[in-house]
């Protein structure tokens, strides 16, 4: 933990995220290491593309890939990767986007992939001037819907690798490279946040693109790796539409380290870390009449437990969108990760805490835990009004 708490003076509340990485919690914490890169070369000058190309060099290191670059982040790397997709390196054509001339400018996409991770998907894909073609149904994708979509106008196709997506009925990574590329057709792959830096290349993806302030504990930035014409035709949008997403000195250096850092970070000594404190949260919440605490592993099979909290209003005396909404705003706010509370449950993710902070997510679900059990009433604010009032806060900003 930081000796000293800049939050306090902002007048920000200290919040503690038991959610995982979530860009509005302010992604990760952010490893010593990039943290001294980033103070060592903010008040030099570089040549940019230099330290770009030895950010490749890094890149391509870890990731297998031929080549790689930094940009402002991963939504910022789909757009980069269509549209290099799109232009090649006609410099004309990239100044352009996101008008296309001529037009091959279809983006094949699942239809269960296109999911918000904040944003949607396919805004991503349309920003470069990409048109989306949307593969199959929900829940449903074969073969012949992707034979089918591809033609001349076809210039990538975008797989998602997410717990977001829907996780069956899809056509595998390698099923849709090998239809991809029997018809000539790059494939990007979104890992924004998965472990793996090599898995998806070597399954045959041409380009595959990274968030650096998830699990690499980097800053806010987006790693783009693979094929180097692909990768370089993405990196030539930095003089068009990827303008608006450069990635500084800073970022591009605080990401190499981040790597670095990565690679060599004691992986088995954070996870047993982090069974501790679920092993800490179990006991906690054992007995308690209507709570349930189940330990499970990361649905796209990251390192990662997390643990599953169910409640039954009935016997806990409040409901489980409640009981998030009370850790939320208590002291000090303990926010869950609640993306899936209208099935009466929500997660404990202990990837992003600091030591000590487990001890008071235990504290502070038992003493919610308890002022719930002594109501004579069940707390139960219907589920809709969660829903109707989600953006009121955002609506009123910046008061
Ligand atoms: C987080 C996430 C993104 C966006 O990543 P940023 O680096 O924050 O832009 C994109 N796709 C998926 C699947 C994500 O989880």
Known sequence: MPTEDIRASLGLRPVINVSGTMTSLGASIVVPEAIAAMTAILPQFVEINDLQRKASAVIARLTGGEAGFVTASCSAGISLAVAGAMTGADLLAIEKLPDVTPERNEVLVQMGHVVSYGAPVDQAIRLAGGKVVLIGQATSAHRYHMENAINEKTAAAVYVVSHHVVDYGLLKLTEFVEIAHAKGVPVIVDAASEYDLRIFLEQGADIVLYSGHKFLGGPTSGIVAGK??????????????????????????????????????????????????????????????????????????????RMRVIICEQ????????????????????????????????????????????????RRLADELDKAAASNEIIATPLENRSRHRFDSALRWPD
Not at 233 to 252: H, W
Not at 273 to 279: I, M, S, V
Not at 325 to 336: K, M, Q, S
Request: with cysteine; hydrophobic share 40%; glycine share 8%.
């Open 228 to 305: 180097k014409d692909l990768v370089r035709n993405a990196f030539l949008q930095n003089m068009g539409i990827g303008r608006g997403m450069k990635a500084g000195k800073e970022s591009v250096f605080g990401v190499m380290a981040a790597l670095e850092a990565w690679e060599k970070r004691d992986h088995d000594g954070i996870r047993a870390r982090e069974a501790g404190y679920l092993q800490l949260w179990r006991e906690t919440l054992e007995g308690r009449p209507g709570v349930t605490a189940l330990i499970e592993p990361d649905p796209t099979d990251n390192p990662l437990d």
């Open 315 to 362: 016997q806990a005396h409040i409901t489980a969108w409640d009981l998030a909404e009370a850790l939320a705003r208590g002291t000090p706010p303990i926010i869950v990760r609640d993306h899936e509370i209208e099935h009466r449950h929500f997660y404990l993710d202990p990837c992003n805490l600091h030591p000590g902070q487990e001890a008071i997510v235990a």
